[in-house]
């Protein structure tokens, strides 16, 4: 196994290097439901493949899209093709790069520094969790996505962004309404409608929490903003808080259901996992590999390169698609099954460079430290009687689409 940190670029020195080859075959509806056999081909055959269906041109392998990730200089974030910032109804920093990104993000980050998670959230996320697994009907079968896993990821990322009097309904349907409409690219009505009922409710939602927070000491991610000695600009400080929302829930809901997944049909895993109760960390970052919950991004080419031999012009889209990169054999054995016992996961489902998840150390503390040592604690013997009921779908995101425990008393 090769180590991921040493490796740069990846290139066949060619002085008339050939355009990518083109997939005109590939549908988004494949690339949703079953992206991993796709992704499995194109890594062995085809690892920079231009595909009509996007747009876009695929990079599968690990090496390929670290190093896009980590030139920002020349693979802007800066995409202007996607629907994002009409969704958002703002260019947020996702799609900023150097100074005018790390300007906004150093803003927000105060409030998800792993200090702050440690000082100002741990306690807050455990008395979150012991309020909602007490809401579990012992004995029952549940679907644990609507009875845990979206509600709780929607209350700790509600109350850590400084909004909690959004109820956990509107915040899960605000994030997938946000998600959704920077999704279409094909421009649907009916997505931009969502969204911008979302943008009209979320701005009433922060312009009361505003309010709530200014010239307190609260830690929360609107107030540490806006009681800033320099403070940034409200459209951006609402913009920062909109990102989070669309990009705080799904994951960490899709993480947890993607461990409780991976350990119940893997009973032996299962067993050593409670047996030391040190292994969390671990088993959290398998998921997070196994299945990335956002499993592609895209990066606008700024000047004509070269990946891998091939040409590549200025102006193109490249997606890195860091599910595939989680799976490269070159650095994961049998990377499509679910293994805590890995010895090495350096893997990328939450990004790399400039635009590494704000929300790693908070994922972290609700899942690993938090939600799943109490899960287990309390539903020891909780089954998943038939996990071929599980329906996993998702292409920029993806994770379960419903999770049908059974509870122990
Ligand atoms: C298991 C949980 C999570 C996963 C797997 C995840 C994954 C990611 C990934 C892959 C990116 C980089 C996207 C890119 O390069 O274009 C990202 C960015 C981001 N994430 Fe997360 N995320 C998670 C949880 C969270 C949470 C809980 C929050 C906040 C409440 C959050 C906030 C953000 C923000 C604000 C960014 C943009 C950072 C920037 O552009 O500088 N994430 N996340």
């Not at 969390?280 to 592609?296: D, H, L, M, T």
Request: include cysteine.
């Amino acid at each position: 196994m090769r180590n991921l940190s040493r490796v740069t670029r990846v290139e066949h020195d060619m002085t008339n290097p050939a355009a990518a080859p083109v997939n005109n075959t590939m549908t988004i509806a494949e690339l949703t439901q079953n992206p991993y056999s796709i992704y499995k081909k194109l890594r062995s055959e085809s690892p920079v493949l231009k595909i009509s269906a996007i747009g876009r041109t695929m990079l599968t392998k690990a090496a390929d899209t670290r190093y896009v990730k980590m030139n920002p200089e020349l693979f802007s974030s800066d995409d202007p093709n996607t629907p994002m910032e009409r969704a958002f109804q703002a260019k947020t920093l996702m799609r900023r790069d150097g100074e005018d990104h790390s300007r906004l993000r150093t803003a927000m980050m105060p409030a998800m520094s792993p200090q702050s998670v440690k000082h100002s959230w741990a306690d807050r996320i455990s008395d979150i969790a012991d309020t909602y697994i007490d809401k579990l009907p012992a004995g029952q079968t549940i679907d644990f996505f609507t009875a845990f896993a979206g509600p709780f990821s929607a209350r700790c990322v509600a109350e850590v962004l400084g909004i909690p009097k959004a109820s956990d309904d509107d915040i899960q349907r605000w994030s997938q309404a946000l998600i959704d409409g920077a999704g279409n690219f094909g421009g649907l009505p009916e997505p931009f409608v969502r969204a911008e009922k979302a943008n009209t409710e979320i701005n009433a939602c922060i312009a009361d929490a505003v309010i709530q927070c200014k010239d307190t000491d609260l830690r929360n991610a609107l107030a540490v903003q806006i009681n800033a000695e320099n403070p940034i600009e409200m459209e951006h400080i609402i913009s920062n808080i909109k990102i989070a929302i669309g990009g705080g829930i799904n994951e960490p809901r899709d993480a947890l259901m993607t461990v409780i997944y991976g350990l119940l049909t893997n009973p032996d895993q299962k067993e050593a996992v409670l047996g030391s109760k040190e292994l969390w960390g671990q088993v959290f970052e398998e998921a997070v590999r196994w299945v990335a919950p956002i499993q592609v991004s895209s990066r606008l080419v700024k000047q004509d390169t070269t990946i891998r031999g091939f040409y590549i012009p200025a102006g193109d889209v490249v997606m890195t698609v860091q599910a595939s990169a989680n799976h490269d054999e070159e650095f994961y054995e049998n990377g499509h099954l679910f293994n805590v016992f890995r010895k090495t996961n350096r893997h990328q489902g939450f990004g790399s460079g400039p635009h590494f998840c704000m929300g790693t150390h908070l994922s972290r503390k609700m899942l690993a430290d938090v939600a799943l040592p109490k899960l287990f604690d309390r539903f020891p013997n909780m089954r998943l009687p038939n996990p071929e009921t599980v329906v996993w779908s998702g292409f920029g995101f993806r994770g379960p689409l419903n999770l049908p425990l059974q509870l122990n008393q």
